[in-house]
């Protein structure tokens, strides 16, 4: 009888732990949203990419608004909330015509091929197109201008945003940390030490003036400085453009920055980035300044940036290596950086049960296991950056 009254003793204690680890925890009444904007990969149709976002987005609301390092850090001990409605960025619609290609090339093909090899052509053909038509600057360049007015169209709701960036939309989701974050501050590019007669002349106009922290697009499309093949950045040669042009250059950054506070996060999933971009920056190497002058301004003004991809989606791939502000501080670029608690964090190795062929599609039928996925994540990745668990790798 008493092992009976122990056993049932012990049950009691951990369900009502079980219910305290499910206890919402308070969000204020005026609390400003979190929108999650979801970007979706290639091959898909509205409709279907509409109804997988649907079938996670409670999910994320649920878990996010639960997890205890979430509320404290990202909605601010309930001063934030994730906004219940998602907000979905389409643009399979632009790639329609290229794509018009690719199947009648396919539909030749079924003249010559087994089932089998048809299947596996027209499966592989369609998921490079995208991801490759999405990585070519005269592609994409329209597809960042139209996302950078749906941040701003919701950072003037007095929304902040999360970009969510699904297999080949991955790519555009770091084209837009990279080229629309203001990450660059043009007051400390040139300096005496530059020998260059137009790099000097430009140093001569900004100066004396103040100009707020622009980003890479914004300074393509002012055509005041040029970002080469060499990662360097060069001034335009033409000196009577830069001094007609320099004093618009808050205007520009203005209208093709992401505001400053807007973007809050990325999180990319099924996410093949190493494979069509190998110059991502390594911990600890000098890499790519671009990327480095990106993780410096995530840190620094407390955004996170994860990748989630699960360990048997052949499709995602891992960062080739995973970032802590100490291996990041070694770099010349990154030295003086001053943390503001954000962090980079990798994560592909997550379980998943499903088998490989279908597990490139499983984020989407799984909210819960997925949303945990990435709460896990920010959990693991904010400890690991800031050596707080040096436990986990």
């Known amino acids: 009888m008493k092992r009976f009254i122990i056993a049932g003793l012990v049950c009691l204690l951990l369900t009502n732990n079980a219910f305290a ?11 400003t949203p979190i929108d999650i904007i979801y970007i979706h990969g290639a091959y898909e149709t509205k409709e279907a990419f509409n109804k997988s976002v649907n079938n996670v987005h409670s999910d994320m609301v649920k ?7 979430m509320y404290e850090k990202l909605l601010q001990n309930g001063s934030k909330k994730i906004n219940e409605s998602p907000v ?55 597809l960042l201008n139209n996302l950078n007015n749906l941040v701003k169209s919701e950072n003037a709701k007095g929304h902040e945003v999360i970009l969510y960036g699904y297999s080949a939309g991955s790519l555009l989701t770091v084209q837009y940390m990279t080229n629309r974050l203001p990450v660059i501050n043009i007051n400390e590019m040139y300096n005496d030490n530059d020998t260059s007669y ?3 002349y430009l140093y001569s106009l900004i100066k004396h003036q103040h100009f707020e922290p622009t980003c890479l697009d914004a300074l393509k499309e002012s055509k005041l400085v040029f970002y080469t093949d060499s990662d360097e950045f060069v001034a335009n040669p033409n000196t009577q453009y830069l001094k007609e042009t320099i004093p618009f250059l808050n205007s ?31 911990a600890g190497s000098p890499g790519n300044a671009l990327s480095q002058l990106a993780m410096k301004y995530l840190v620094e003004e407390d955004m996170f ?49 499903t088998l490989f062929f279908s597990a490139h599609l499983a984020y989407w039928s799984s909210g819960k296991k997925f949303a945990k996925s990435i709460v896990n994540a920010y959990n693991n990745g904010y400890k690991y950056f800031y050596g707080l668990d040096k436990d986990k790798k």
């Open 63 to 69: 878990q996010f608004e639960s997890d205890p390092l």
């Open 88 to 142: 979905i960025f389409f643009w399979a619609d632009k790639t329609t015509e290229s794509l018009k290609v690719i199947d009648k090339a396919l539909s030749y093909a079924k003249s010559f091929s087994s089932k089998i090899a048809q299947f596996g052509r027209e499966t592989l053909s369609h998921t490079l197109h995208d991801a490759i038509w999405i990585s070519k600057t005269s592609n994409s360049r329209e």
């Open 21 to 31: 680890k499910q206890e919402e925890l308070p969000i204020k009444p005026d609390a």
């Open 252 to 282: 520009y950054t203005e209208k093709y920055c992401a505001p400053k506070g807007a973007v809050r996060g990325f999180v990319v999933f099924g996410a093949p980035l190493t494979t069509f971009d190998s110059t991502v920056s390594k």
């Open 305 to 353: 940036f994860l990748t989630v991809n699960y360990a048997n989606d052949f499709i995602g791939m891992p960062l080739p290596g995973i970032p802590t502000l100490e291996s990041l501080k070694e770099t010349e670029l990154l030295h003086n950086m001053q943390p503001g608690g954000g962090f980079i964090y990798d994560d592909s190795k997550v379980k998943n049960h």
């Open 198 to 200: 137009t790099g000097r």
